[in-house]
């Protein structure tokens, strides 16, 4: 387990991730009733952003200035991208930082966190031993958040259905291990058993496009319920950047999840770009059914 979060906290990925995290937490709160957040990979909750420069032996760029940097001197956010925009700065303005995307960044289970109310619960998962003695003790204090070392796969099975029968999984590994896609699928595959209705969403980088592609394959075969593909490029196919951009697959999404975000994963793709050749896209996987 080499992968640590903060070199990446805060860049395009993490913003993406995050705008569309808040908009899922905004649809599951439009029921009165409470639900889990279950965070497969947490990471540690909050990161200092300066230190993601430097690197384990040598200095690394940072990637945050092309990822949150680059939106908090903008006056035209739109409404979705306000509020993610809004949040982060007084996060790092209580943490003692100046509110522009260069102090503290929360992660995830912050992001949630921030947003729970006292009906929701957090169950948050992070197996790095250092990362997560952070993520406990930035959550000591929390009354609605627990912090498990457990395998984010496995923890799946431990903890749907909830009692509450209602449930938002993130599921955002850090694609180190070659059957992580896999591993994803099968537990995927075991949520739907659990907890049919459960809200889940899947971050994947864009690097390969053939191996995305057999993934999405794989996950189609597991009879969907409707499901969201929603992806983001800061380059075209053919850039030498690594990580040319990102997505998230959205199962059981909100409804009309679609129509909120697609003019802000537009936004982001211009706000966001590094090269000519990006650009957003939303497509229905499995098409979400006219309630009747
Ligand atoms: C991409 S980061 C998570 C970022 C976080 N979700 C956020 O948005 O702020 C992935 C994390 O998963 C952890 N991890 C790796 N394998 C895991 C596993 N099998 N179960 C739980 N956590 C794991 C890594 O240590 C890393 O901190």
């Not at 009692?163 to 739907?192: G, K, N, T, W, Y």
């Not at 999840?257 to 229905?284: C, I, K, M, N, Y």
């Amino acid at each position: 387990m080499n992968y640590r979060h903060h070199f990446h906290a805060g860049n395009f990925a993490d913003v993406m991730k995050h705008v569309l995290l808040l908009r899922l937490i905004a649809g599951m709160q439009r029921k009165e009733k409470g639900f889990l957040y279950l965070d497969t990979h947490a990471g540690r909750g909050a990161y200092v952003l300066a230190a993601a420069a430097r690197g384990d032996s040598l200095a690394r760029q940072p990637e945050h200035p092309l990822g949150i940097g680059r939106l908090v001197s903008r006056s035209d956010l739109p409404p979705g991208v306000a509020d993610y925009v809004t949040l982060v700065r007084s996060f790092d303005q209580q943490r003692g930082g100046r509110g522009d995307g260069t102090g503290h960044y929360p992660g995830s289970p912050w992001l949630v966190q921030l947003r729970a109310r006292p009906q929701d619960r957090l169950v948050l998962c992070e197996l790095h031993p250092e990362e997560h003695a952070e993520l406990a003790r930035e959550f000591a204090l929390g009354p609605r958040a627990q912090v498990v070392a457990a395998d984010g796969y496995a923890a799946v099975r431990a903890y749907l259905p909830p009692l509450e029968r209602r449930a938002l999984v993130l599921i955002d590994p850090p694609f180190e291990a070659q059957d992580e896609f896999a591993r994803i699928v099968s537990a995927v595959a075991e949520a739907l058993r659990r907890l049919p209705g459960a809200v889940i969403a899947i971050w994947y980088p864009l690097t390969e496009r053939a191996r995305l592609d057999a993934f999405i394959g794989e996950l189609c075969a597991l009879a969907l319920p409707p499901t969201l593909e929603l992806e983001l490029a800061v380059a075209g196919p053919g850039s030498a950047l690594k990580l040319k951009g990102c997505g998230l697959v959205v199962l059981n999404p909100p409804w009309k999840f679609d129509a909120e975000t697609s003019p802000l994963l537009e936004w982001l793709a211009a706000a966001l770009a590094q090269e000519p050749g990006g650009g957003a896209r939303v497509r229905w996987l499995v098409e979400e059914k006219v309630p009747s």
